[in-house]
């Protein structure tokens, strides 16, 4: 069973499980600030679920690789939206701080 770590803790789940779901499930704290109330349930749209994973996830989607593509995100930047990523195995998961998760406040 695949295993999700993140803020210390360690979360199993199912092959295939939505990592936004699993995290949220947990009660971990996957949004910062604001962003907990106003995010897009998932849709790929607002980009404040904006994690690093490192470990055995899903290939980027393309709704994915669209919104990190735009600002306040950039392409380059390696992170992954957590309503995207299907946990396929081990994964280690770390928020960036900020409100879209870019490490600035």
Same mark, same amino acid.
């Given at each position: *069973?695949?295993?999700?770590?993140?803020? /210390?803790?360690?979360?199993?789940?199912? !092959?295939?499980?939505?990592? =936004? *779901?699993?995290?949220? =499930?947990?009660?971990? !704290?996957?949004?910062?600030?604001?962003?907990?109330? $106003?995010?897009? =349930? /998932?849709?790929?749209?607002? /980009?404040?679920?904006?994690?690093?994973?490192?470990?055995?996830?899903? !290939?980027?989607?393309?709704?994915?690789?669209?919104?990190?593509?735009?600002? !306040?995100? =950039?392409?380059?930047?390696?992170?992954? $939206?957590?309503?995207?990523?299907?946990?396929?195995?081990? $994964?280690?998961?770390?928020?960036?701080?900020?409100?879209?998760?870019?490490?600035?406040?």
């Amino acid at each position: *069973m695949p295993t999700v770590h993140f803020e /210390g803790r360690a979360v199993e789940c199912l !092959p295939g499980s939505n990592l =936004r *779901m699993v995290l949220l =499930r947990a009660r971990l !704290p996957l949004y910062n600030s604001v962003a907990a109330a $106003l995010n897009c =349930r /998932g849709n790929a749209v607002c /980009g404040t679920c904006a994690v690093r994973v490192e470990g055995e996830a899903s !290939p980027p989607t393309p709704a994915e690789q669209r919104r990190l593509s735009h600002f !306040p995100h =950039r392409p380059d930047a390696g992170l992954r $939206l957590a309503c995207q990523v299907s946990v396929l195995g081990e $994964l280690r998961v770390t928020k960036p701080p900020g409100v879209f998760g870019r490490g600035q406040r």
